[in-house]
């Protein structure tokens, strides 16, 4: 009797220990996922920070290129708006992420066209204000890809941790559900093409 009881306890503690570790493994992916997005979306928001500096340095010597400051302006608003909408929603969905994505690539495209427009202006490209503005950019174009790619590979390792046959067992009593990984918006793999005639 004694060493059925022990049988038991010791089976009983395996298993819990087992649950134990896998639920704080699932909460530590989690964790680890959500700071990985905080991240992507300090990245977005130093961009964001960068282009008012770029618009006002690009605007006194392209004041007829309007259009395309305005493009940048209202697509920086717009990534600003849906950030907010995340912020007080206080959670990240497929859709939510996939309307943040979408928004942050309108702004990438006015961007490509401001600099593309720059172009037309010796003189501004040899202002030093606008040389740094344009390094601190690509550094931090540079700088969202990392965080991206660390996202997903946060998101990557939460997933196993969930989908795993133990995984899923744990996942109800940890509330820690698979998540979408970063994607590129479609049409994304095709190089764009940039003419500065």
Same mark, same amino acid.
């Given at each position: 009797m004694n060493k059925a009881l022990i049988i038991i306890t010791t089976l009983l503690g395996i298993i819990l220990i087992t649950v134990a570790g896998i639920y704080n493994n699932q909460i530590n992916n989690d964790e680890n996922a959500n700071k990985s997005w905080g991240d992507v979306e300090a990245t977005y928001q130093r961009r964001a920070d960068l282009i008012p500096s770029l618009v006002e340095t690009v605007k006194g010597y392209a004041a007829h290129e309007k259009e395309t400051l305005q493009a940048v302006t209202e697509a920086r608003q717009q990534v600003t708006n849906i950030q907010a909408e995340i912020g007080t929603a206080g959670e990240l969905d497929a859709a939510a992420m996939q309307k943040l994505v979408g928004a942050q690539e309108q702004m990438s495209s006015a961007l490509s066209r401001l600099l593309v427009t720059v172009e037309k202006y010796p003189d501004l490209k040899a202002n030093q204000n606008f040389l740094d503005l344009q390094h601190q950019l690509e550094g931090t174009e540079n700088r969202i *890809?990392?965080?991206?790619?660390?996202? *997903?590979?946060?998101?990557a390792a939460l997933n196993k941790s969930v989908r795993g046959i133990l995984g899923r067992m744990v996942s109800?009593?940890?509330?820690v559900n698979v998540r979408q990984s970063f994607e590129a918006t479609a049409g994304s793999e095709i190089a764009p093409k940039v003419s500065f005639q």
């Open positions: *890809n990392v965080a991206r790619q660390r996202y *997903n590979a946060d998101v109800g009593m940890s509330g």
